[in-house]
């Protein structure tokens, strides 16, 4: 759980820092940082939900990382693009 709480927080951090990039590069990197915690989020969440230590509905939680990875690869891809142009 502390894991969980550690990738779950460093999203937040990491799509702050992105917002005061100095570049759009590092805008793209840092967002890119803030998707992989998320996809790590969602892998220890799969596991506490799957271990059964703590009963809870994960459902809106599932639901809502999912969300997020998604937003947050559309913006990576998106700023990787303009990268390129």
């Known amino acids: 759980s502390r894991q969980f709480f550690r990738s ?3 999203i937040g951090a ?10 759009k590069k590092e805008f ?9 915690e998320a996809r790590e ?3 220890w969440l799969k596991l506490i939900k ?3 230590f703590i009963h809870y509905d994960y459902t809106e939680l599932e639901i ?3 969300s997020i990875i998604k937003i947050l690869t ?3 891809k998106t700023a990787q693009t303009n990268i390129q142009h």
């Open 8 to 10: 779950a927080t460093s």
């Open 50 to 52: 799957a271990s059964g």
């Open 41 to 43: 989020t969602a892998y």
């Open 64 to 66: 809502e990382i999912e």
């Open 74 to 76: 559309s913006i990576v």
């Open 28 to 36: 793209a990197a840092k967002m890119g940082i803030a998707s992989k």
């Open 14 to 23: 990491n799509v702050e820092e992105a917002t005061a990039a100095y570049s």
